[in-house]
């Protein structure tokens, strides 16, 4: 299923067809969640590779064997992608890990009668904007990047694939009263405290660990790490899907990247942006390390 020239338009977001059908998302929509589940959910270049690989770790004790065997899209596989069935149906483990890129107002209904357990992952959006630019050139499954000042305004429009950032971050923040079993975790929490992070995930997952273990997932999930381990850094994709001479998937992994991508004018752009639609967002950011 190559369609790496499709783009599936879903509620009004565009989706790359090369991983998704109008039946996957739909069948998305109506999954039976069970109680036991992990939902990583984010909007992409949040963090989302760093999070599966932490989640992985921690529910195997810090034990990195599956993660240097088994790849990540098999081990929390996409709820809106085409072969999301035929992997879980393969890897019947429990508790389930289920990654997804879908914003609340689709997910969420699906979500109310289930305890399953989201982990929300958010970044500053100007280091997402810079690192969803790059992925773009890399990635033969996505449309066009463009010039950046083409693509800045792309995303803060909401008319990239996986629709608004704005949209995304606060449907799935905003959920305090109705999903008690949600936890928000930055990928500045991450890269500041790594160690601190997995200690509150591991809390969060009821899965306990001793030091030692806490050290061991430190080790495993560094970028260092995660960008030489082939069963994350999609090396093992193809080049006509992903292609590496232009540029690597795990690519900087740094907090304010921005800085060296954004002129002054497209900061200014960017703020007036920003203040609009977060005015009644009370989430702080981190934009510089």
């Not at 900087?252 to 002054?264: L, Q, R, V």
Request: charged share 20%.
């Amino acid at each position: 299923m190559a369609r790496l020239d499709v783009t599936e338009v879903f509620h009004g977001i565009c989706f790359p067809g090369h991983l998704h059908t109008q039946d996957s998302l739909q069948l998305a929509l109506k999954f039976p969640f069970q109680d036991t589940d992990i939902l990583i959910v984010s909007y992409p270049k949040s963090g989302t590779t760093w999070m599966q690989e932490i989640v992985s770790l921690i529910s195997n004790k810090g034990d990195p064997h599956l993660s240097m065997k088994v790849p990540n899209w098999t081990r929390s596989p996409w709820l809106e992608q085409y072969y999301f069935a035929a992997i879980l149906e393969a890897s019947p483990s429990t508790p389930r890990v289920i990654t997804t890129h879908l914003p609340y107002h689709l997910l969420g209904p699906g979500l109310h009668s289930s305890k399953a357990k989201v982990i929300y992952v958010s970044r500053n959006p100007k280091d997402v904007a810079v690192s969803f630019y790059h992925f773009h050139k890399i990635a033969n499954f996505l449309p066009e990047a463009g010039s950046f000042p083409q693509f800045l305004k792309s995303f803060l429009e909401g008319t990239l694939s996986y629709g608004s950032w704005f949209d995304h971050v606060k449907g799935w923040t905003n959920q305090p009263a109705t999903m008690n079993n949600l936890l928000h975790i930055t990928y500045e929490e991450m890269s500041l405290d790594l160690h601190g992070a997995i200690k509150r995930l591991s809390s969060f997952l009821q899965c306990p660990l001793v030091e030692d273990e806490v050290n061991n997932c430190v080790k495993h999930c560094t970028f260092n790490s995660m960008k030489h381990n082939n069963m994350v850094n999609y090396t093992q994709i193809s080049p006509d899907i992903i292609d590496h001479n232009k540029g690597s998937f795990m690519r900087k992994g740094k907090i304010g990247d921005w800085k060296n991508m954004f002129s002054d004018e497209q900061n200014q752009y960017f703020n007036s942006v920003f203040k609009s639609e977060m005015q009644d967002c009370t989430l702080q950011f981190i934009w510089d390390e």
